[in-house]
């Protein structure tokens, strides 16, 4: 087994036993980061419907500031590429080969601020996910074309690695948010 796969293993575990729901207050670093850098553009946010013990961002729907933005959630398509797409808090969801949810396809909408779902993080803000390689290579492509988008980790504190290993697919992260603060 190598080095990632046991991280994987060892913090999906941990998460799932220290797993807590967070409240409103954990959006604010969100909130003032977005009024610095999202200036003159409506905030285009993909994130992640939350699974496995994941951090509940479900709640940052119900943040005033939040009521202007666009939402968008990844659909994993043919070649296990992942796009995104727009979702409102109502609308209904399908379930997907790997069994996440996912909305329902319609007009594919580049975000300019990507909530990144992570098992492990670590100070140079680099993570390790569940091993698929979804948001590494839809980064790698994206980020080169889009060079402003803000890339944003999301989890609990206790998801810190000292230092991850990494290797040239690794995409570094620009924030890691979680409810104590950015990284």
């Given amino acids: 087994m190598d080095v990632k796969s046991i991280i994987r293993k060892k913090f999906f575990l941990k998460r799932k036993k220290k797993y807590f729901e967070i409240n409103k207050n954990f959006y604010y670093p969100l909130v003032r980061l977005f009024k610095k ?24 729907l119900d943040i005033e500031y ?7 959630l990844p659909i994993i398509e043919e070649n296990d590429v992942m796009n995104f797409y727009k979702w409102n808090k109502n609308d209904i969801l399908a379930i997907n080969k790997y069994g996440m949810l996912e909305p329902i396809k319609s007009k594919k909408i580049n975000p300019n601020i990507i909530l990144v779902p992570l098992l492990a993080f670590d100070n140079r803000k680099y993570r390790v996910g569940y091993g698929k390689g979804f948001y590494d290579k839809f980064l790698s492509k994206y980020l080169k074309i889009h060079k402003k988008t803000l890339t944003i980790g999301i989890a609990f504190s206790f998801q810190k690695f000292h230092n991850l290993p990494i290797n040239s697919k690794d995409i570094k992260l620009d924030y890691i948010l979680t409810e104590k603060g950015f990284i």
């Fill in 66 to 72: 939040f009521k202007k933005s666009k939402f968008l």
């Fill in 37 to 60: 850098k999202v200036t003159n553009k409506t905030p285009i946010i993909s994130f992640y419907y939350p699974s496995s013990f994941e951090l509940n961002i479900l709640s940052i």
